[in-house]
């Protein structure tokens, strides 16, 4: 499958720096997990790049809640 970076970066070019990561919280209660996606443009405004970043998320949910 296609990547965050691969998508954003390489084949929208829509910023300079494009990435994703992710990190847990925990407590007695319960476990979160955490995806961040940083994309730096200065190409395009923060409203097309959050348009871009959720179209993403939109395509692969399903392939990131099989993973999780």
Same mark, same amino acid.
């Given at each position: 499958?296609?990547?965050? %970076? +691969?998508? @954003?970066?390489?084949?929208?070019?829509?910023?300079?720096?494009? $990435?994703? =990561?992710?990190? =847990? %919280?925990? #407590? #007695? +209660?319960?476990?979160?997990? &955490?995806? /961040?996606?940083?994309?730096?443009?200065?190409? &395009?405004? +923060? $409203? %097309?790049? @959050?348009?871009?970043?959720? =179209?993403?998320? $939109? /395509?692969?949910? #399903? /392939?990131?809640?099989? /993973? @999780?």
């Amino acid at each position: 499958g296609i990547s965050f %970076y +691969d998508e @954003l970066r390489i084949e929208k070019q829509l910023g300079y720096i494009v $990435k994703i =990561t992710s990190s =847990t %919280y925990e #407590n #007695n +209660d319960f476990h979160n997990i &955490y995806i /961040k996606f940083f994309v730096q443009s200065s190409k &395009y405004n +923060d $409203k %097309y790049v @959050l348009e871009e970043i959720n =179209t993403f998320i $939109k /395509k692969y949910i #399903n /392939k990131i809640n099989i /993973k @999780l």
